[in-house]
Every structure is written in C-alpha cells, then in structure tokens.
Nanobody, 128 residues
C-alpha cells in the first residue's frame, strides 16, 4: 500500500517560482513510476511530468518543458516538482501519483487512468 501526501502549493505572480513536494509512505520499489498531474476547473486532469524510479528517466508535457523539473529525493522518499517562470495558465490543483510497472517506456507513456495511487492535491495559483 502506498500513500502520497502533497505539500508546497500556494499563490505566486507570473514569472515566479514554486516547488511542490509529495511524501511517499509505504512500500516503494525501484519499479515505481511516479508523476505529477494537474487539473484546472472545468478541464480534464493532465500529465505534467513522469519519472521512472529505476532509471530516473523522465518526460514532460510540452507546455512545461524547460520550466518545470521533476526530481526524487530517495533518502527522504519525496517527489518534487520545481516550477519556474510560472504562467497564469499553470493555475490548477496539482496531484502526485504512483504506479508499479516494469520498464521506463511503460512508465513514461502512462496515462492518468494507469496510475493507481493518488495524493489529495495541492493548489497552485498564478496571477498575472
């Protein structure tokens, strides 16, 4: 069983930075695939970034490439998302999620519905 608890959201002006974190509780294996997702009001939940723990390979949505960085602090079992040059369109509830799967390609191509474990979310608001 895995439990995920996000923290670190908040409000910032456009161009600013925020970091959201996700603490992982419970069993955590190298075959873990983790990701950050976001959902704005009236929109579907979308993938922001994914990372495969065994190889530490990652990918990003086109809309955040070059601005966001996903990372894992293995010792602290914490998944982080550093968000720079924030835009108003980044405003959303941010969720971390996890699943166990073999192979980085299977992880990095995972859709929202493939992830089994979800946190409660943390709000990020970017004002213009």
């Amino acid at each position: 069983q895995v439990q995920l608890v996000e923290s670190g959201g908040g409000s910032v002006q456009a161009g600013g930075s925020l970091r959201v974190s996700c603490a992982v509780f419970g069993s955590f294996y190298s075959s873990a695939c983790m990701g950050w997702f976001r959902q704005a009001p009236g929109k579907e939940r979308e993938a922001v970034a994914r990372i495969y723990i065994d190889s530490m390979t990652s990918n990003y949505a086109d809309s955040v490439k070059g601005r966001f960085t996903i990372s894992l602090d293995n010792a602290k079992k914490t998944l982080n998302l550093q968000m720079n040059s924030l835009k108003p369109e980044d405003t959303a509830m941010y969720y971390c999620a996890a699943r166990f799967v073999g192979g980085s390609s299977n992880c990095l191509l995972s859709s929202v519905s493939d992830f089994r474990y979800w946190g409660q979310g943390t709000q990020v608001t970017v004002s213009s």
